[in-house]
Every structure is written in C-alpha cells, then in structure tokens.
C-alpha cells in the first residue's frame, strides 16, 4: 500500500518516538562515543520520506529489519559512521568554476539526528538486499559522486556485494 506524503511523514515520526527504536539508537550512539541530538528538524524527515521513496521501502520493512537483523544492522551502522570520512566524496560543483577551497577548522562535530538509524537502516536495506539499484538510489536522492560513493559503499561492505535481490 502507497502511502500518502502526509501518512509517510507521520510515520516516521512514529518510528522516531518509538522506545525500542531511541534504544537502539542510543547503543549506536555510545559505542561510536557520539551524541544524539534533542530534536528532529521538518528537513531531516522530509530527508527520510526521500528515502524511503527512492529506496522503495516502507517503515514496516524498517522495523522488521531492526528487530529481526539487529546484530547486522548496528553493525552496518557502527561502521558507516567510524568510516564516514573514507565513504565522503565531497560536493559536486560546476567544472567551470573553480573548486571552492574548503576550511576544515571550519567544521564542527554538532551531534548524530535522531533519524540517522533509519536512514542508516535504508542504506543498509538497499546495500544488503537491493530493493532498487544502489546508484539509481544515490542519485535519486542527490547523493554527490553517486557511482564513486556506491563503490565505496560496496568496497567497505564487500559481505553485501553477492546477495540476491530481496524476494516480494
């Protein structure tokens, strides 16, 4: 069943309010020695509808996917965030401008968004099981360097290269 924009928001932020899922997330959060942030902006669940539209998936596949490959997916995401600088392709910009030169003192360390495990459990749905093509999915969503960041996706999680796409 498709559903409406308005239905899809609310349940993600269903999801979100969710104990077992802030739980889960909270585990995430201190073995990466990272924060969680207090509050969810309307952007960051417009993000995740992008998602969950590109990817095909509904929050029900979410959520049996947390309690039933829990293991698998916080292990998924422990990685995904030790390894964020070396799956970070950086912007994409116009080649007939000249790139902007980037400041790193400039960038600080806020906290994760409450939503980072679902997103994490999309990318993760999508790797593993192929509910779409995994380049057509980044660039469904404006992933920067899409075929760069899926092979580098698939280079860091070489167990997901082999598997079948998940059966209806």
């Excluded at 995994?134 to 992933?143: D, E, Q, S, W």
Aim: glycine content about 2%.
């Amino acid at each position: 069943m498709v559903s409406t924009n308005n239905e899809l928001i609310h349940e993600i932020e269903g999801i979100l309010s969710l104990d077992k899922y802030m739980a889960f997330s909270y585990e995430i959060i201190e073995e990466t020695k990272k924060r969680l942030c207090d509050d969810v902006c309307p952007v960051e669940i417009e993000y995740c509808r992008k998602l969950l539209l590109a990817s095909s998936l509904s929050i029900k596949e979410i959520a049996d996917v947390m309690e039933r490959d829990a293991d698998n997916l916080r292990r998924y995401s422990i990685t995904s965030i030790k390894e964020k600088r070396s799956l970070d392709q950086g912007q994409e910009y116009n080649p007939k401008e000249p790139p902007e030169e980037e400041d790193p003192s400039n960038e600080t360390y806020v906290c994760h968004s409450k939503t980072f495990l679902l997103q994490h459990a999309i990318y993760y749905l999508v790797l593993k099981y192929k509910t779409v093509d995994l380049v057509a999915f980044l660039k469904a969503i404006r992933k920067p360097h899409a075929v760069k960041y899926a092979k580098a996706l698939r280079r860091l999680f070489p167990e997901f290269n082999n598997k079948e796409r998940i059966k209806e």
